[in-house]
């Protein structure tokens, strides 16, 4: 069972920054393809980026192209998503999310308990 626990969020003004850390216990981290979601207030939650196994390709949903950024290090069995230019609209719950195989395509196998980020303008 893989366990995944985010940090980093916060309160932050528009076209601030901000780094989320996810880190993965319980399970080879290498063999996990990762993602971040996020789910505003009253509205479902939604891809954001993901990464593959080996981090050799990335992906992200077009409202953040520009300006987030999906890594991971294995060594340290952590994902991050880079955030820039930060914008009242990014406010919502992040969630990192596992799942079995290399591509972040597909159903997530595990998930974390999410961190809040609110953007003021």
């Known amino acids: 069972q893989v366990q995944l626990v985010e940090s980093g969020g916060g309160l932050v003004q528009a076209g601030g920054s901000l780094r989320l850390s996810c880190v993965a216990s319980?399970?080879?981290?290498?063999?996990?393809?990762m993602g971040w979601f996020r789910q505003a207030p009253g509205k479902e939650r939604k891809f954001v980026a993901g990464?593959?196994?080996?981090?050799?390709?990335?992906y992200l949903t077009d409202s953040v192209k520009g300006r987030f950024t999906i890594s991971r290090d294995n060594a340290k069995n952590t994902v991050y998503l880079q955030m820039n230019s930060l914008k009242p609209e990014d406010t919502a719950i992040y969630y990192c999310?596992?799942?079995?195989?290399?591509?972040?395509?597909?159903?997530?196998?595990?998930w974390g308990q999410g961190t809040q980020v609110t953007v003021s303008s």
């Open positions: 319980g399970g080879t981290f290498s063999n996990l393809a």
């Open positions: 990464i593959t196994w080996d981090g050799e390709s990335t």
């Open positions: 999310a596992a799942r079995l195989g290399n591509t972040p395509w597909g159903p997530y196998d595990y």
